[in-house]
């Protein structure tokens, strides 16, 4: 893809048309308390929009009209291809839109307008391709019968989901839950985080301009107590698909337990470890592989390598090329496409990660944080049992765990509460074996770092996931039930209930 100047995105920018309402039955509307909120660059500090600052009775209103839809059948009931048609009208329209959608995106969450052109959107697009296409290639089940009965497994869409976001991939999270979901036939109702809501509108404006009908997509925007506790709390939302914290993700079991007992899938934190043993390969793509896994999207990925686990005799040499790799990425305006790190999402946010910074004692780069930016950062701590190497800090910070061993470095990268995402880099291929059976987590790569892409299943293991996948055709169980159909086809059937 041919990126523009800096200059050209910022004209973009300038002349961007931004969505504000909430985006309920086909169209925007106020907050029916008329309440908003503001949304800032936090790269610049300077206020975007005032967006609607949704409450309990516009997810109320959302769930009625989502019901209407589901229960007419205006989307359920169609034929899965022509659900997929619309789909895939609907991934034209963004390619169509694709640059003002990236510059959107890049301005509301600080992320690099590199990335964004480069993966969020073409991501984000294939993802919702792949789910349109796949729909009408799923086939129903008859199960092994006598003669005198036939019984058919289908699948049904589940109903009125609610899908919850993060705001680290706002358009490419949305697509991986709505993707499945519409495609399955459900309605939804979407709360975009609060830091983050603007592409969701406009992707939604896109979804009606396909032919996507109305209530079938609602984009309610607002707070997580505001708007995602009543989601997860509704009587008539039959499930929530969740990607975020694992503090949060947890409430909802106790928002589905105390509620209607709707099905909960929440893909959650990661602390994960990338292991490179004394007969790794090519230290240098090592250090490249660890670099892009720890900084990439400035940390802020639940996948990111967190954890570098090395053994003693290479870890002078890799810490030397790591640090060699980390200095290529620059900081700098988000919207320069030559920047590689952007601004941290928030204020918050960023003040958290600087408080994780003020604990590092021996930094071997980086370590430098200023107005919203922190530096690519890499740390030697104590042990496993440093702050550091335990707790999710979401942000361009890479904790080295030194080890003699490879026994003891599984054991380490076992020692966590989470279990989403690890990386091993030997040239041994029993070790690498053996190590991505004994690693506890959801997705392990071996000589390289990755989630995998939309072909294979994401989601993790421990306090890292629960309840279904997002990517794959597993991520359709999510949105889908089973039903059993028997018939009984003996001819005196009827005789013999009598
Ligand atoms: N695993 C991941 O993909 C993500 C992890 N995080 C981690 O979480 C930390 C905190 O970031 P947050 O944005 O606060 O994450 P969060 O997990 O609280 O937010 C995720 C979503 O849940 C909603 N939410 C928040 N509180 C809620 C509640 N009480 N009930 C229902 N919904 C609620 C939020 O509005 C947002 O839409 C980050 O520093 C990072 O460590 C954050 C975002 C994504
Ligand atoms: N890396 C995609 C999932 C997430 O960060 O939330």
């Known amino acids: 893809m041919d990126l523009l100047t800096q200059d050209e995105y910022k004209s973009i920018a300038a002349g961007l048309d931004l969505p504000t309402g909430a985006f309920i039955d086909g169209g925007f509307r106020p907050a029916i308390s008329g309440e908003t909120f503001e949304t800032v660059n936090p790269a610049t500090g300077e206020k975007l929009a005032d967006i609607a600052a949704c409450g309990a009775a516009d997810v109320d209103f959302a769930v009625e009209k989502a019901r209407e839809a589901f229960d007419d059948g205006r989307w359920s009931k169609l034929h899965p291809s022509e659900r997929k048609h619309v789909l895939i009208r609907l991934a034209k329209l963004m390619t169509r839109n694709a640059r003002e959608l990236a510059v959107m995106e890049s301005i509301d969450s600080g992320k690099t307008i590199f990335d964004c052109e480069t993966v969020d959107l073409p991501e984000t697009i294939h993802c919702l391709k792949w789910h349109a296409e796949a729909v009408d290639k799923i086939y129903d089940q008859v199960s092994p019968a006598s003669d005198d009965h036939i019984a058919m497994v289908v699948r049904e869409p589940i109903g009125v989901v609610g899908l919850v976001l993060p705001w680290n991939f706002p358009l490419l999270m949305l697509a991986w839950k709505i993707g499945p979901a519409l495609a399955a036939g459900c309605s939804v109702i979407v709360k975009p985080a609060a830091e983050t809501t603007l592409t ?123 640090a060699h790799h980390a200095r290529q990425w620059n900081i700098g305006d988000p919207l320069d496409p030559e920047t590689r790190m952007g601004a941290l999402v928030s204020e918050g946010h960023y003040s958290k990660v600087c408080g994780y910074l003020d604990q590092a004692e021996n930094v071997v780069i980086g370590g430098k944080a200023d107005k919203g930016f922190v530096e690519a950062t890499v740390v030697e701590v104590s042990g496993n049992d440093a702050t550091l190497a335990r707790e999710e800090i979401f942000g361009p910070v890479l904790s080295v765990i030194e080890v003699s061993g490879f026994d003891e470095a599984i054991k380490i990268a076992n020692d966590t509460d989470y279990g989403l995402c690890a990386s091993i880099f030997t040239a041994n291929a029993k070790r690498a074996i053996r190590g991505a059976r004994a690693i506890r987590a959801g997705t392990v790569t071996v000589n390289s770092f990755g989630e995998g892409d939309i072909t294979t299943p994401f989601g993790g293991y421990k306090q890292s996931g629960f309840g279904g996948r997002d990517n794959s055709v597993h991520a359709h169980d999510q949105y889908t039930q089973l039903k059993t159909i028997w018939i009984d086809l003996a001819d005196d059937a009827d005789e013999a209930v009598s």
Do not use: Q
């Not at 032919?211 to 708007?227: K, S, T, Y």
């Not at 949060?248 to 934190?269: C, D």
């Open 200 to 322: 969701a509108l406009r992707l939604a404006e896109l979804a009606m301009e396909a032919g996507i009908p109305r209530g079938v997509l609602n984009i309610v925007p607002g707070g997580g107590a505001e708007v995602g506790e009543p989601i997860g709390r509704h009587m008539d939302i039959d499930m929530v698909s969740f990607t975020g914290s694992t503090v949060t993700g947890k409430r909802f079991l106790t928002y589905s337990a105390e509620s209607n007992a709707k099905e909960v899938v929440l893909e959650m934190g990661g602390k994960n470890p990338a292991i490179v043993m004394d007969d790794a390969e090519n230290l240098d793509r090592v250090a490249a592989h660890v670099v892009n896994g720890a900084f990439w999207n400035m940390g802020e990925n639940c996948s990111a390598a967190s954890r570098l686990i090395v053994h003693k005799d290479v870890k002078a040499e890799l810490l030397d090329r790591i």
